[in-house]
Nanobody, 123 residues
């Protein structure tokens, strides 16, 4: 059983930065692609970023491209989301998710999910 625990969320002013972490346990982290999704109140969960099992490929939603960076440390079994130039519209609960090897932007293709961490960006 794979378990995911997000951390690093909080309240930040517009233009600020945060780094989210997602620590994993169970399973073989180095064989799993990791994704970040977010869900704002009253909205559907949306794809933010993903990284493949080796870290050689990344993919971003257009809304965060150039501002967010996803990375992973297989020795620490942790994936990160560095968020810069934050905007009020980035306010959401951010979730990390895990699937087998290959990047996907589709939430239903991820097998395991964390509990989420709140990010609030004030204007």
């Amino acid at each position: 059983q794979v378990q995911l625990v997000e951390s690093g969320g909080g309240l930040v002013q517009a233009g600020g930065s945060l780094r989210l972490s997602c620590a994993t346990s169970g399973g073989t982290f180095s064989s799993r692609a990791m994704g970040w999704f977010r869900q704002a109140p009253g909205k559907e969960r949306e794809f933010v970023a993903a990284i493949n099992w080796t870290g050689s490929r990344t993919y971003y939603a257009d809304s965060v491209k150039g501002r967010f960076t996803i990375s992973r440390d297989n020795t620490k079994k942790t994936v990160y989301l560095q968020m810069t130039s934050l905007k009020p519209e980035d306010t959401a609960v951010y979730y990390c998710a895990s699937r087998w090897m290959v990047i996907s932007t589709l939430a239903h293709e991820y097998e395991y999910w964390g509990q989420g961490t709140q990010v609030t960006v004030s204007s």
